[in-house]
DNA sequence: CTATTTGTTTATCC
DNA sequence: AGGATAAACAAATA
């Protein structure tokens, strides 16, 4: 589920509880999403400390809190943030719960476990936060810098370049469709096949489905309009808003990718 | 029982 | 070397 959006949506949630101090962590260590966190004593740390503020890059979280302490997440395929009272019951996979002091719970949820956390003790940024990209929706990212990246990628089709998150930080499969449906490029295209015009349409079409999804999703989770790819894209029989015509999904390099044949014609 | 899944990493083959 | 492909992770849903 968690794409650039839905991740930003996540933060948000747990920016509510930006002040408050922690009573205390309780972590289900033996599951899969603390398999980078050497040692399940890092979590007592946290008892007393208060979370100052939160990060985005991508898809990638990043909780300060206070007394020097970085909290990392990802949310994988199936990640939650939830932000809740604790008089409400714990939903089922919430494997990570940090109580707080006004008796409000911060919880990571996630089913499929796919997701990460990551800890540091450290004065200055742990190396999982220092490599970080540009934001795709920051004037720094730039057409020069989507092409050169690009320009790596010459012989691959496009569908699977946009999933690569040091080249596209936040892209996950239902943006990459949108970016690629609205740019009218075909999923399987070539990167070297498409000329500077399409290159450019493209550069400033990520630009455009950032915001719209951050527009949308971030804030408040709304369902996004029908004339966008999105709502018709999840389950076969969906139709093309623009030519109303069947979309085709297949997969290309182990995803599902969703396209309409007769609007996406640069890089066929 | 089968097939599918909004993500990433690793292995393997060409 | 680098690209394509599959598998692995794990569990819900249809």
């Not at 509880?17 to 398999?35: P, T």
């Not at 007394?67 to 008089?87: A, F, P, V």
């Not at 400033?204 to 999703?217: G, H, P, Q, S």
């Amino acid at each position: 589920m968690p794409e650039l959006a839905e991740v930003e949506f996540f933060r948000r949630v747990w920016s509510k509880a930006e002040g408050k101090r922690v009573s205390k962590v309780s972590a289900s260590f033996d599951k899969r999403i603390f398999r980078d966190i050497p040692n399940v004593d890092f979590f007592t740390k946290f008892k007393g400390s208060i979370l100052n503020h939160s990060l985005r890059n991508g898809k990638k979280l990043c909780f300060i809190f206070n007394r020097d302490l970085w909290l990392g997440l990802h949310m994988g395929m199936t990640g939650r943030l939830l932000y809740i009272n604790k008089k409400v019951k714990l939903p089922k996979y919430a494997y990570l719960v940090i109580s707080l002091e006004d008796k409000s719970r911060l919880i990571f949820q996630d089913p499929r476990l796919f997701g990460r956390v990551l800890f540091s003790k450290s004065k200055s940024k742990p190396e999982w936060w220092s490599s970080c990209q540009d934001e795709l929706i920051s004037n720094t990212y730039t057409f020069e810098k989507m092409d050169a990246f690009l320009a790596q990628k010459g012989r691959r089709s496009i569908k699977p370049v946009l999933l690569i998150q040091d080249g596209f930080p936040g892209i996950g499969n239902w943006m990459a469709d949108e970016i690629l449906w609205r740019s009218r490029i075909i999923p399987t295209a070539r990167v070297i096949s498409l000329n500077r015009n399409v290159r450019m349409t493209l550069f400033y079409t990520i630009k455009e489905v950032c915001f719209d999804a951050l527009r949308v999703i971030a804030d408040g989770w709304k369902k996004p309009p029908n004339s966008w790819l999105f709502n018709h894209r999840w389950t076969n029989g969906g139709i093309c808003p623009e030519t109303d015509e069947p979309l085709v999904r297949e997969r290309i390099s182990g995803r599902t990718a969703c396209w309409s044949p007769r609007w996406q014609i640069h890089g066929s």
